[in-house]
């Protein structure tokens, strides 16, 4: 994302900012960010006289509540892009404009995704666990390549968009699923959700990458599990809710897919007795794909361009519409 | 590799074919190559009747001389790129024409190699270990990020530009080391091997893509170790023998470097007691890079491809230098 910034020489450009905005940091602030405010043209406020509202924890939606009841700010900035434990606490209001990081994680999600199929691919999880050389068994192994597999991805947002222009370059046919159904460039065919049953039995591997949502909860069930193919693999960096674990547990177990690597779960953080930690084919990474190390640089840049936008009064970066819940 | 067949309209273009050559396919014939052999036009034949030995076996150089001895073969097609082992058996003479898979793989090792540097980064194998939930530890591990790494590719053939393909479309910042210091395109730097500890310092994963030569026996010792990073990672999936692994185990217990990620060991297969299965960050796949799956159908390509290139009486792809040794 490029960050403008603003100039004396370009009169008539937009107009003048109205005031120097008081942005509120919390619950902690930080240098990074509060640096990214002033760049902004904002000045750091506490929550009680501020006009926005830079929230920095990923989660605590009541605390957030109760800061925004004590505050005359007018628009919310949420630090990660994933927001639906502010949705289903309530917080996410009308009366305030909300804004959240979708779209600048997509290419650190993306990487993780990335990752993990090629893990996936390479069985990589299997010879780390071995313990020993392989041998000659290892030249007979059902190892494969990206370059002659078939990648679904199911949403195109930036995660998915970031992940296509990943995969291309390796010479992986890539399918996209989304809502609407429109194309993915790039994508040999790309169909609405609703339709993702004729193409699943196309793919090697199948990427959720699709917002946590009313629509897509518990989306990938048994129903959708036998539609795959018994060799390929499920790979999830969205959101755990995504998925019935139960219904995948039993597929797994039943040979129904070939594995999967998971990066979010249902629950979360995954009890140490979960079956899911028991097989062979499993991989969990505890929710790595995007770390705070990775985010903040990101979200810096976002907090520095949407203060100066909300300065300017121009449209936020972000904005969430509360009735797609992202 | 495109397939040029050839077709009865395009007079002149070049010298008929003298004769439909008599190829073996040996030690293990199978069909996948016998056509192979047949569609360039050649037919299969007994290697004491044939006018070239396609050598289907990775190693067993001894046994080769042998067929060689008796046969009136004039070219000899080894299966895969490295042919140390042959070279080192004295098997590589100057009476036959020697032609090595060199090139055709590149793209399947590559994927291995961005396979184990994307796994370092993200730390996967540490995930793979654990058997729990990282939770919030995760947020703050130090998982990277390759498109704000810096990655030297060493060695600069077809390994090395297919990794290149597949690093600058994530973000990763390329330096380049090869024997003449020729610039690889895309990379930000590329420097001859004499120079490389000049670079060494600015990477955080330094990946080896060179053929085993006399040249490059044990050049990543200790001193190449200590002029890595000291949260560097190793990635070699070339041959093992371009790493002083003594060297190597020493510079991983000492925090010289961050780990290794391997496909390929000196000794090989790395016996059972050897210390890298000790070491937290140390990968080993068994030498996986590029399957005998993976390998058979752009192998057949390549024989094919040779195969009309040798009855037209064209200069074959992939010819042995015996002086480089590859």
Redesign the interface.
């Known amino acids: 994302m490029p960050v403008v910034r603003r100039t004396a020489g370009r009169p008539g450009r937009r107009a003048a900012p109205l005031t120097t905005p008081r942005i509120a940091v919390t619950p902690q602030g930080g240098e990074v960010m509060t640096q990214a405010v002033e760049r902004g043209g904002g000045s750091v406020a506490d929550p009680e006289n501020a006009d926005a509202i830079v929230w920095t924890d990923p989660a605590r939606p009541e605390t957030l509540g109760e800061v925004l009841r004590g505050s005359p700010a007018r628009w919310v900035q949420l630090p990660f892009a994933g927001i639906e434990r502010f949705v289903a606490a309530g917080v996410v209001d009308r009366q305030h404009t909300w804004t959240c990081a979708k779209g600048i994680y997509g290419?650190?999600t993306a990487?993780?995704a990335?990752?993990?199929t090629?893990?996936a691919?390479?069985?990589?999880?299997r010879?780390?666990?071995?313990?020993?050389?392989?041998?000659d068994r290892?030249?007979?192994?059902?190892?494969r390549?990206?370059?002659t597999s078939t990648v679904m991805i199911v949403g195109t947002g930036g995660i998915g968009a970031a992940l296509r222009?990943?995969l291309?370059?390796?010479?992986a046919r890539v399918l996209a699923v989304n809502r609407s159904g429109r194309p993915l460039d790039g994508a040999v065919r790309t169909v609405p959700i609703g339709d993702v049953h004729d193409l699943l039995g196309e793919a090697d591997f199948v990427v959720l990458a699709a917002p946590a949502t009313d629509a897509t909860a518990r989306m990938v069930d048994r129903e959708w599990l036998e539609a795959m193919k018994d060799d390929a693999w499920l790979v999830n960096v969205a959101r755990g809710s995504l998925v019935d674990t139960a219904a995948l547990v039993a597929a797994l177990r039943d040979g129904v897919v070939g594995g999967a690597a998971l990066d979010v779960t249902d629950p979360?953080?995954?009890?140490?007795d979960h079956p899911l930690?028991t097989l062979d084919d499993v991989?969990?990474?505890?929710?790595?794909a995007n770390?705070?190390?990775?985010a903040v640089p990101e979200l810096a840049r976002l907090v520095e361009e949407n203060v100066r936008r909300f300065a300017a009064g121009e449209s936020l970066l972000g904005v969430v519409d509360p009735d797609l819940q992202y």
Not at 268 to 272: A, G, H, K, S
Not at 283 to 288: S, Y
């Open positions: 290419h650190a990487e993780h990335l990752t993990l090629l893990v691919a390479r069985r990589i999880h010879h780390v666990r071995s313990g020993t050389w392989l041998g290892g030249l007979q192994a059902p190892e390549r990206l370059k222009d990943m291309l370059p390796i010479g979360e953080p995954l009890p140490d930690w991989i969990i990474t505890g929710h790595t770390t705070w190390r990775m």
